[in-house]
């Protein structure tokens, strides 16, 4: 495991699978800890297969969905690609309104159906 601020991180069947810890994302500079610290991360291990889980996460703002757009423009540029899973429904209905399910990022029920899409 990972010593990150606001994730962990570990390697499942060749996948790398970062878990956000934190519960809420409301405050700016939380949402900019996160986009600066998944942003160096990407670019530091280049990872070709990666899912990030929202497993503890149950509110968030615009900063984290930066966060994950910009991390996945590394990922794609670097040839790899990026998926996210166990988002609460409340959460995952934002990713649809904004057009981000499906268009920009591949959201799936767990981890284990993300890591099976590899």
Same mark, same amino acid.
């Given at each position: ?15 790398? /699978? %970062? ?6 994302? =409301? ?11 998944? #942003? ?34 590394? /990922? %794609? ?6 998926? =996210? ?11 649809? #309104? ?21």
């Amino acid at each position: 495991m990972s010593n990150f601020k606001h994730f962990d991180e570990e390697t499942q069947q060749g996948v790398t /699978v %970062v878990r956000i810890k934190d519960h809420e994302f =409301l405050d700016r500079l939380i949402g900019g800890e996160l986009q600066e610290e998944l #942003i160096s991360y990407v670019k530091q291990t280049a990872p070709k297969k990666l899912v990030v889980s929202f497993e503890r996460v149950q509110r968030f703002s615009s900063e984290t969905i930066n966060a994950l757009i910009r991390a996945r423009e590394y /990922v %794609v540029s670097d040839g790899g690609s990026m998926k =996210l899973c166990e988002m609460r429904p409340e959460i995952r209905n934002v990713f649809r #309104i904004l057009n981000l399910e499906d268009n920009v990022f591949e959201i799936h029920d767990s981890t284990f159906q993300a890591i099976d899409t590899f």
